[in-house]
């Protein structure tokens, strides 16, 4: 008699975000499933957990295989007993395809998860996404903030892969006689992230004679624990009455590098550059009346006081 190996037993235990305390997941939950191998072993491991999964395929439209994959996640759900949702985005024009295609996605999973009361949307980024997002980062010249990588949670979207590889992610899928679809932008390495994955971090690991992944994503948690108590420090010094305005003078009385951050605080998404941070500071001293931002933003000072004018 042969025993049944369960592919989900050795994964359990390392699931993040979950848990934590005053925050519970609690089902149902919004599974954002493109039909990768993360997202399915994601989908399957909420099913286990009795979370009460509800997969949700998200169609950019800028693949013409799009609709065969949202098949196959539906597949998937039927296979695992979960329910299965398909939604459409519009990603509009403009710079920054992949921003645009993000922030679209996060929309409709958003909108999913209101409709169905969903107390959190669970995404699949993995360990090695975490270590390219750090080297990315790194690449922009992104400060503390970036470099501390993707957080656990952030408000209801909740990562709880971050500390499974995606070698383990494929094994589930394997183990569960799913084949997941396979996005071939992850190939491309004309893609910066693509580029990272397939030659920057392998040339890197060669160079330094280890797997940099467990590294790099243990400096992202060390940083993201710094940058959250930081944080903490500049609202308190700095706490502006709205999201939309804040008093100038006390800004500019700040020790820069708590100014920086508190600014950064206070713009919020999309994370705004050093020059971007380096303008409104400008701003609040008085040497300019106003700057643009990224994501058609301004901000303006006006009777002592900064206003953060566009969309938030």
């Known amino acids: 008699m042969h025993t049944r190996i369960d592919p989900l037993a050795d994964v359990r235990g390392r699931l993040v975000g979950l848990d934590e305390p ?10 954002a499933c493109s039909g990768g191998p993360d997202s399915t072993a994601l989908l399957a491991l909420a099913a286990d957990r009795g979370l009460v999964p509800i997969a949700v395929h998200v169609d950019h439209g800028l693949r013409d295989c799009s ?5 196959a996640v539906a597949t998937f759900a039927a296979a695992l007993g979960t329910a299965f949702e398909a939604r459409r985005v519009d990603v509009g024009h403009g710079g920054n395809l992949e921003a645009r295609a993000r922030a679209a996605r996060y929309g409709a999973l958003d909108a999913a998860a209101d409709e169905h009361g969903a107390s959190a949307v669970l995404v699949g980024h993995t360990a090695d996404d975490q270590a390219e997002t750090v080297v990315l980062a790194l690449l922009r010249g992104s400060a503390a903030s970036g470099l501390a990588g993707m957080a656990v949670r952030r408000g209801r979207i909740v990562r709880p892969l971050l500390r499974l590889r995606r070698a383990e992610t494929e094994a589930i899928c394997v183990g569960l006689g799913l084949e997941p679809v396979r996005d071939p932008s992850n190939d491309d390495v004309s893609l910066r992230r693509s580029w990272v994955r397939h030659e920057v971090l392998p040339l890197l690991a060669v160079g330094a004679g280890r797997d940099l992944v ?7 948690d060390v940083l993201r624990t710094e940058t959250e108590y930081l944080d903490a420090l500049a609202r308190a ?4 009455p709205s999201v939309d305005a804040a008093p100038a003078a006390p800004l500019v009385q700040l020790p820069l590098a708590l100014a920086r951050r508190a600014v950064r605080c206070w713009l919020g998404a999309p994370p705004p550059s050093f020059d971007e941070v380096e303008r ?7 040497d300019a009346r106003g700057t643009e931002l990224a994501g058609g933003r301004n901000v303006r000072r006006s009777g002592g006081c900064l ?3 566009g969309p938030q």
């Open 307 to 309: 206003f953060l004018t």
């Open 22 to 31: 005053g925050a519970p997941v609690t089902a149902p939950v919004v599974v």
């Open 67 to 71: 609709a065969d994959e949202a098949d």
């Open 280 to 286: 409104v500071l400008a701003v609040a001293r008085g």
């Open 214 to 220: 467990p590294v790099l994503t243990r400096q992202a």
């Open 237 to 240: 010094a700095w706490p502006a």
